[in-house]
Every structure is written in C-alpha cells, then in structure tokens.
C-alpha cells in the first residue's frame, strides 16, 4: 500500500500487514482503550514508522525494475504485482512477469480481479 506524505520526497510503502495493525489501532482508539491498551497500539504504530519505506515517485516499469534487481522487500514486490494485476497491465506485459503474477495468485499472496 502506498500513502501520500506530501512533505517526503517520495511515498511511504507500507504491507498489507502494517495496514491491518493501523486499522485494529483505528478501532481500540474508537472504543475506551485501557492504559495498556494504548502503551501497546503506541509501540505498534512506533514499529511502523521506524519500519516504513519512504521511496521515490518511480514509475510501474522501474519499480518492475527495481523489483528484478532485487532492490524491494517481498511485500514491496507483492504489493506491486497486486497493483498490475489489479490494472490489467500485467496480462499484457513479458510471460516471466504474468507466470509470476499467475503464481503469487495461486499462491494466495494476491487476489485476480474481476
């Protein structure tokens, strides 16, 4: 997942994972959280932060690129395969890149859209 940071020279790349503990964050803030409670979602979001990848605005075929060097994390990739199946891009790009696609499919690390 990518966010805007405006200020940053680039936009904060963030996993799927990361995304699901700042939304269970979100929700005990929502509720009456005990002071443990918001010792523990502080340490979260401080584990995110100090984690989070502030890339470049680089365009599909670099981040393709950099992907190929080995220069993203897995869920860097992943999120990234996830975003071109989800345009359709990939179906019309090289077979290595649309085998790979077909793979993280059926291997559940990402979803074909309808």
């Given amino acids: 997942m990518t966010l805007d940071t405006g200020h940053l020279p680039g936009p904060l790349m963030i ?16 509720t009456d959280p005990t002071p443990e409670q918001l010792a523990k979602d502080l340490a979260i979001v401080h584990a995110i932060l100090t984690t989070v990848e502030c890339v470049p605005h680089m365009s599909t075929m670099d981040l393709l690129a950099a992907a190929d060097a080995g220069d993203l994390t897995t ?34 690390y990402c979803y074909r859209v309808p």
């Fill in 15 to 30: 996993t799927r994972h990361q995304v699901e503990e700042l939304h269970q964050v979100e929700r005990d803030l929502t």
């Fill in 75 to 108: 869920d860097a990739v992943i999120d990234l395969y996830q975003s071109i199946i989800t345009d359709g891009s990939v179906w019309h790009m090289d077979p290595h890149r649309q085998h790979l696609a077909q793979a993280l499919i059926e291997a559940g």
